[in-house]
Each structure stands twice: as C-alpha cells, then as structure tokens.
C-alpha cells in the first residue's frame, strides 16, 4: 500500500489509551503524548543550546515525534510491568522493532525504507538528543501522573509512575535537567498543595533517592 499504509496507521494512536486499566480522571491518547512529549523536547533542548550545547534539531524532531510509533503494534502496556525487569523491557523492545521492521519491509517503497528505518527506531541513547527524549517523555509521565494526584485520585500507580519518573529524570545529566529540578518543579509542587494527596511529600521522596 506504500506510504499510505503509514499515514493511514497513524490514526491507530489517537484511539491507544495511556495507562489502561486504571481509574482517571483524564484520558490520555498515545498520539497526545507524543505531541506533548515533541513540546517538551524543543524546550529543553532551547534550555541545552543556552548552554552552548549543539543539538541535531532533525535528529531531535524525528525522534520524538516518532519514538512511542511501536505502540500501533503492542499497545501501551502498564509502566510497572513494563519495567519490571530488564529482561522483559529487552523483550518488548525487539517485538516492537520485529514489527516496526515487517511493517517497513510489507508497506514502504524501497527508495524511503532507510529513512523510515532511521525515523521509527528508539531513539532513546547517549546522545544529547537521545536523553532528551528521555526527559521530555518522562516529564509526560510526571504529568499525567500529577494531574490525577491534584484531583485526588488515590490510584498507587499514579503515585509509582510520578515517583518513578521524577527519579529517573534527576539521574540524567543536563542542563534543562536542571532548570525543571529548581524552576519548573517546584511550580508544580506548590499547585499541588491544594491537593488531599500529600505531592510535596512524595516529590521530596523521590529527589532523595
């Protein structure tokens, strides 16, 4: 079908529920994600370059907007699970690159195959680009999660995917790290307060681990 079979999977992320299976207040679509994670990422990456960092803005933008594209194939499957062990994360990442690969090889014309290749991999590595998309998804995660914790959704894993996010950003090293650690979080926290659910307490938590 060529690349009309690409354009035409992409409404498949409009209609993938983030964290399925749990109370919330809000539905978060995988295709909303991802949009808010590309925001983020061009943000911290303005932050990176106030620095003098040079950053690929193609390689950034590519990324980004196509780093949860697997999850047409797998769903989004629960964070905690999803982490559980190393071995199971190892094995969830070779089936959705199995599948991105078989959807390549059946859909794209073989003048554009390369490209998609490059485009739909995980991009998530040691380059600056690559942690920070690390960050940008995970501060998704660290809002989602704080959107239900300010409305007093009581859900644990909502408390586990903000805790688990917050300490996974801290442990990366860059400058718009730091930036959300000292300007942006504590914003955050103090729109928490008004919450039943304790925030503050849990995000100090989280930074001492």
């Known amino acids: 079908m060529g690349i009309h079979a690409y354009f035409r999977s992409l409404d498949d992320l409009e209609r993938i529920i983030r964290c399925p299976g749990k109370f919330k207040f809000e539905q978060h679509s995988v295709s909303a994600h991802s949009w808010k994670v590309i925001q983020y990422a061009k943000t911290l990456a303005d932050i990176e370059e106030t620095h003098g960092v040079v950053i690929d803005w193609k390689k ?14 797998i769903g989004d499957i629960k964070t ?107 914003d955050m926290v103090h729109e928490g307060t008004f919450s039943t659910i304790d925030i503050k307490r849990i995000t100090e938590e989280a930074l001492a681990q």
């Open 60 to 73: 950034l933008y590519e990324i980004t907007s196509s780093h949860d594209y697997g999850e047409i194939f």
């Open 80 to 186: 905690p699970v999803k982490h559980s062990s190393l071995e199971l994360r190892s094995l969830l990442q070779k089936v959705e690159e199995g599948m991105i690969e078989h959807f390549i090889d059946e859909n794209i014309p073989e003048d554009f195959k390369s490209i998609f290749r490059r485009q739909l991999h995980e991009g998530k590595d040691h380059s600056t680009e690559g942690l920070i998309l690390e960050v940008a998804d995970k501060m998704d995660q660290v809002y989602e999660a704080f959107s239900e914790l300010q409305r007093g959704n009581t859900e644990k894993e909502f408390i586990t995917m903000y805790r688990s996010a917050l300490v996974k950003i801290k442990n990366i090293k860059l400058h718009c790290v730091d930036y959300f650690l000292d300007n942006i979080l504590p």
